[in-house]
Every structure is written in C-alpha cells, then in structure tokens.
C-alpha cells in the first residue's frame, strides 16, 4: 500500500510545511536522502503544549500529551520531507530519527516520547517506517515547545 493510501486510511492530513522561522530550508535533498530541519508540534499555527518534562508524573506537560506532540512534530517532518521529494509515495523508507524532549535533569523518559513519533511513521510506512533512533533531552527548544524532531529519509529510485 503506498504511504498516500495509508495516510487516507488512517484519516491523516500531513499539515502545510512549515515556514522557516531563521536562515534555513524545510527540508534538503542530498543524492537519495531528504534531510529534515527541526519540527515542532504545529497543529493549526499554534503549540498544544509548552513547558519542560519533570519526574513529577502531576506535572504538565505529561509524557502523554508529549508522546502527542511528538506525533505532531513527525507529521510535520514528514509534510517537509514529501515536499521536497515531490510526494510521500516518492519517500522509500524512514532513516533516522532524533526526538529532542525539553526535559529536566532528572527526567529520563525520553524514549516513551519519542515513541509517539516514531509509531506515527510505522503506522504510515509499516517496516518501511521503522528506523534509527535518538532521543535526547535538552534544557529548552523553541517556543517553549516539548518536543522538536528531525528526521532522514530515502527516496525511491527515479524520484
């Protein structure tokens, strides 16, 4: 089934790409892979969720709704990644992932995270959406967003 079947089935609309908000490009092609810039969780222009991640399991935002911005920020990875590939259908397969989480020093979850990212892109590839992975915590990201990803792919041959 082609990832454009898929994203149907599943009732996934990949967003507009995002504008850069700096000196950079969405997304760039070097020979057979598309590598992404950093994505936040953009849903309709704005943030569902701000703040850093504590051990605290009370505190906002959760590893859930962080999991749920994860998501987000892959689907606006992958939006980029298509647009420079001249469609979905034209990525073969998800190389790599790096999730950054906005976490403290003693958080360290960022694997149950990243996951939301990552079961996005299986959901949409299957085996072709499985891939190498980072998650990494930081002290701060954009906007105050959670989470931040980046992504690799490779492009069918001939595309």
Do not use: W
């Amino acid at each position: 089934m082609q990832p454009s079947q898929r994203l149907a089935e599943l009732g996934i609309t990949l967003p507009p790409v995002a504008t850069p908000a700096g000196s950079y490009v969405p997304a760039l092609r070097v020979g057979d892979l598309i590598y992404t810039s950093g994505q936040v969780a953009f849903l309709d222009g704005q943030l569902p969720a701000t703040g850093r991640l504590t051990e605290d399991p009370d505190h906002q935002p959760t590893i859930e709704t962080a999991a749920y911005c994860a998501r987000l920020c892959a689907l606006n990875a992958l939006a980029a990644a298509a647009d420079t590939a001249g469609g979905i259908d034209n990525i073969a397969r998800v190389v790599k992932l790096t999730v950054f989480v906005a976490s403290s020093k003693q958080f360290t979850a960022q694997p149950k995270v990243a996951n939301g990212a990552s079961d996005a892109l299986i959901e949409i590839f299957g085996d072709a959406g499985r891939h190498a992975r980072s998650a990494v915590g930081m002290a701060a990201l954009p906007l105050n967003s959670p989470v931040e990803v980046e992504m690799i792919v490779q492009v069918n041959p001939g595309a």
